[in-house]
């Protein structure tokens, strides 16, 4: 299941810059695209305010 940001993201980007297939979009928030996110997991780990969580 992919991951998806929570509404605390506070649009950082380093989310972003860490996801190694690039499926992450800047906005208000940061969305995850949910059919190119492979699960991995780095975004929830850079995250300072542990906005990504699995579904
Ligand atoms: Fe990208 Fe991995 Fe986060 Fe999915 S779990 S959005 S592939 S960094
Ligand atoms: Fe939002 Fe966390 Fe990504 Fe920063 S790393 S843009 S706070 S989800």
Redesign the pocket.
Same mark, same amino acid.
């Given at each position: 299941m992919a991951y998806k =940001?929570?509404d605390?993201? =506070?649009? *950082?980007?380093? *989310?972003?810059e860490?996801c190694p297939v690039q499926c =992450?979009n800047?906005g208000d928030?940061?969305v995850i695209s949910p059919e190119e996110c492979i699960d991995c997991g780095t975004?929830k780990s850079? *995250?300072?305010?542990?906005?990504?969580e699995q579904q």
């Open positions: =940001i929570k605390n993201c =506070i649009a *950082c980007g380093a *989310c972003a860490s =992450i800047s928030i940061y975004c850079v *995250c300072p305010v542990d906005a990504p």
